[in-house]
């Protein structure tokens, strides 16, 4: 059993994000040292690396300047020491921070299961699909083959060739957490490894989720345009007579109102983790429809009822519409399927806050 991780009296804690980047990784290590800074009493600091300095801006995303975290872009020599600690996002460029430094304590944070591998791939990997797809591309304007980097086909392929437990980089860590059951199915062996359910939501759509009148919601499907568009755009031709409303290119008040309007949200991309608008979406009040992509296909990760899951394969699609029309037609009943997952929303933060306090231990 882990004991946790020792916090002594000056300890500092440095937590790598890539700057100016708004996705549900980067907000969870800002909400990480938020926490430690403000409910364990830590010195913490975000780390922003590989800073543009010739940029006329600062590192920190204008989403993430409430949280108010103070930031570095280094690590200086006099902090490399054991009674410091070090946590670094899965992905390689993070990972390769880890080399950078000797004495302090480090830490690897699988926020993803995918973004480890494919962060990993090299002109070699996928070259016939991929080379024959750009030369398309400029010759007819679209690519020829069909190649999806998220599929479980290419997953299997890149797990296989990319040996987690031969990742040098990763054995320079000292300890890791994982904030996926699935995360934990891949890399649960890495020890001491910490699991922190992920269900922690930006504080804007819990205030939010307090006024929601659930009357006022309309026959409206919203959808993450970014993932998962080449099967939903299926969807939408078959369901002609639905109102689908993308989320894409909006400023946080506008997926919050978005969302408050629909009655379903529906998510076919791949969830390299627990994905964060689904759980948005859920707490002001959607219904939610899912493929069974990465973490979507666990129970654990998305807790909603089997019978809105769904394989993104073509004899699907009508069952897919049948399913959002049930839900506009008896939405109130509907709704209630998702009590579980709100509620699992709602404590969040409380779940995350005590898991942080199991895992880093003042002694």
Known sequence: MNSGVSIFDGTKIYIACPPNVATGGPELLHQ????????????????????????PKIPVHPEYEFYNIPYVLDIGLNEDHENNIFIVPEILSALKLLEKTKKIRKCCWFLSV?????????????????????????LFGAPVIKFDIT??????????????KKDKLLRLADFYMNNSYRGMSFFGDLRPMYYIPDFYVNIDFINESF????TKK????????????????????????????????MKRK????LLKEAKVYIDFGHFPGPERIPKEAALLGC??????????????DVPIPQHYKFEDEEDNIQKITDKIKDCF??????????????????????????DLKKIFVKI
Do not use: W
Request: proline letters at 1%.
């Open 32 to 55: 990480l040292a938020y926490h430690l800074i403000n409910d364990l009493k830590v010195e913490a600091f975000m780390y922003y690396y590989n800073f543009d300095h010739s940029e």
């Open 114 to 138: 995918d973004n480890y591998y494919i962060s990993k791939i090299n002109k070699t990997d996928f070259f016939f699909a991929r080379a024959i797809n750009k030369l398309s591309k400029k």
């Open 151 to 164: 599929s479980k086909k290419s997953l299997d392929k890149l797990v296989k060739k990319y040996d987690y």
């Open 211 to 214: 006024k929601l009148d659930i």
């Open 218 to 249: 309309k026959d409206v499907v919203a959808y993450n345009y970014a993932k998962g568009f080449e099967f939903t755009k299926k969807i939408i031709k078959s369901a002609h007579d639905v109102k689908f409303t993308p989320i894409k290119n």
């Open 254 to 257: 506008d997926v919050i109102d």
């Open 287 to 300: 219904c939610i429809i899912t493929g069974k992509r990465g973490s979507s296909a666990f129970y654990e």
């Open 329 to 354: 037609e008896n939405f109130e009943a509907r709704n209630k399927d998702f009590c579980i997952y709100v509620e699992a929303i709602k404590n969040g933060q409380k779940r995350f806050l005590d």
